[in-house]
């Protein structure tokens, strides 16, 4: 019971790594609200998960809803300890054929959003004077990844808000981390070609892609006090794919 009387928020919490991070924190005594656009998906898994997870149907890209669903949280669950920012999205394409369309929406999402939802949770956590912040950045931000310059953009982007999060926020009891996962099998990846997939297998030291789980796990241990005394940390959750 590692989050026992915790309160976390899970974005893109009805599938992937952010459904896996529900079920882990649920295991471990917190109480969730699941915050996803899916949701046919986020009311199946509030039915599913019982009471101690509430779902929002919130697109994090939304500055006015995800200042409403950060109200709706407190006046549901009472605070908010944990916030991890798991929703993103891609839409790759290599430089010169990348659509201006695309390269907006996937930094409205994975950039804005992550923005948006720290700085509608952070006035509670200060005036808590404690908070866990997580937000995904990913291999493709802290290295490139062939036609990724929207997303990879948008991880490394993740990287310099988290370290600078973690200056400001320190002095007030909130502790700022990332997790960047390798590849992952999720219906992110699970779309590639089989072809793409073995080859990441093939460069990955420990010979096999991540599952769901092994990402959920190091948001559980940064989220948990055993990580009370790390903050402005990028933790590569990959199999070691980049050695
Ligand atoms: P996924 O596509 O399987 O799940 C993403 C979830 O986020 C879905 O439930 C989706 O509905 C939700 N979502 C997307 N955009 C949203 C929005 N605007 N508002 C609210 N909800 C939204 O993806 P995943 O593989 O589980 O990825 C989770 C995180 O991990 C993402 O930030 C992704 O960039 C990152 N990541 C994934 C991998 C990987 O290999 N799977 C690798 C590195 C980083």
């Known amino acids: 019971m590692r989050l026992a009387n915790k309160v976390a928020i899970i974005t893109g919490g009805a ?3 952010g459904l896996a991070a529900v079920k882990r924190f649920l295991e471990e005594g917190a109480k969730v609200a699941i ?4 949701k046919q998906q986020g009311e199946k898994m509030e039915a ?3 009471e101690n997870v509430a779902f929002f149907a919130v697109d994090v ?3 006015a809803d995800v200042k409403e669903m950060v109200e709706q ?3 549901r669950f009472g605070k908010i300890d944990i916030l991890i920012n798991n929703a993103g999205i891609t839409r790759d394409a290599t430089l010169v054929k990348m659509s201006e369309e695309d390269f907006e929406k ?4 994975n950039l804005n959003g992550v923005y948006y939802c720290t700085q509608a949770v952070a006035p509670h956590m200060i ?3 404690s908070g866990k912040i997580i937000s995904t950045s990913s291999v493709s931000g802290v290295y490139g990844n062939f036609g990724q310059t929207n997303y990879a953009a948008t991880k490394a982007a993740i990287i310099g808000m988290t370290k600078t999060w973690a200056k400001e926020l320190g002095r007030k009891g909130i502790n700022v981390n990332a997790v960047a996962p390798g590849f992952t099998a999720t219906p992110m990846v699970e779309k590639m070609p089989e072809k793409v997939l073995q080859q990441m297998e093939g460069i990955t030291s420990l010979q096999r892609l991540g599952i769901p789980e092994d990402i959920a796990n190091a948001y559980l241990f940064l989220a948990s ?3 009370s005394y790390i903050t402005g940390h990028v933790l590569q959750v990959d199999g070691g794919i980049m050695m």
């Open 48 to 50: 599913e998960l019982g």
């Open 73 to 75: 949280v407190v006046d």
């Open 61 to 63: 890209s939304k500055l």
């Open 35 to 38: 915050v996803d656009y899916d």
């Open 127 to 129: 005036a808590q004077g």
């Open 225 to 227: 006090d055993e990580a």
């Open 15 to 17: 599938g992937g790594i």
């Open 106 to 109: 996937v930094i409205q999402i």
